[in-house]
């Protein structure tokens, strides 16, 4: 039976995930304060940036745990299947 291999992240990865998340926004959050527009406008764009940040964490989070379910029953299946074999003897005859 082969377990499949457990991938995980490295240190550098995770940094530079969270280093472009805190750019981008940053960078974003900057370009709505120095628009030349008023206040409410400047306000409006920073709740579409909230929600657009919400969103894309809702969204990782919702494909990461259909991935992890995949897995899962993939793994059951495999265990079913492998539990199916080894009480199968092929040498076995059915007398009647």
């Given at each position: 039976?082969?377990?499949?291999?457990?991938?995980?992240?490295?240190?550098?990865?995770?940094?530079?995930?969270?280093?472009?998340?805190?750019?981008?926004?940053?960078?974003?959050?900057?370009?709505?304060?120095?628009?030349?527009?008023?206040?409410?406008?400047?306000?409006?764009?920073?709740?579409?940036?909230?929600?657009?940040?919400?969103?894309?964490?809702?969204?990782?989070?919702?494909?990461?745990?259909?991935?992890?379910?995949?897995?899962?029953?993939?793994r059951?299946?495999?265990?079913?299947?492998?539990?199916?074999?080894?009480?199968?003897?092929?040498?076995?005859?059915?007398?009647p």
């Amino acid at each position: 039976m082969s377990t499949p291999l457990r991938t995980r992240n490295t240190a550098a990865y995770y940094f530079q995930a969270v280093a472009s998340f805190v750019v981008s926004t940053g960078a974003t959050v900057l370009g709505i304060a120095y628009l030349p527009v008023n206040a409410w406008e400047r306000a409006f764009l920073g709740l579409g940036l909230l929600y657009t940040i919400t969103s894309a964490i809702t969204l990782a989070k919702v494909v990461r745990d259909k991935q992890e379910e995949s897995q899962l029953i993939g793994r059951v299946d495999q265990a079913r299947l492998d539990k199916l074999l080894a009480e199968h003897d092929l040498f076995k005859v059915d007398v009647p």
